[in-house]
């Protein structure tokens, strides 16, 4: 009696499935806008990542662990701008209504006519 054959299966199909793509270290700003211009510095040492806009100079400072990746503080920036945006419509006065008394409603059973 023979032995069975190995099935045969190529090892570079496998090895491409698990290959993972670099996440992105330079974002859009949401200030100026500018594509690329907002970069995001990871100190793991220190426990801190540091986010630039290198157009107009917007700046956000976060902890982070050792799982965090400039993606997670660029998106923690988003939701920051988010809240605070949020916060200070919700402070301020609405800018339709005026200081001025409404006219009072006709009544019903006056005869100013």
């Known amino acids: 009696m023979g032995k069975r054959k190995k099935s ?3 090892p570079a ?13 330079a974002f859009t700003c949401l200030f100026c806008h500018h594509d690329k211009s907002v970069t995001v510095r990871v100190d793991r040492k220190e426990g801190i990542a540091q986010l630039v806009c290198r157009v107009c100079d917007q700046r956000y400072q976060s902890k982070v662990n050792h799982l965090t990746e400039p993606v997670d503080i660029y998106s923690e920036w988003l ?17 339709a209504s005026s200081s001025r008394q409404a006219p009072a409603p006709p009544s019903v059973g006056s005869d100013d006519d």
């Open 79 to 95: 939701d920051a701008a988010d809240a605070a945006q949020k916060e200070d419509h919700g402070t301020r006065r609405p800018t």
């Open 13 to 25: 199909a496998a090895t491409a499935a698990r290959r993972r793509e670099p996440l992105d270290t």
């Open 8 to 10: 045969s299966r190529k």
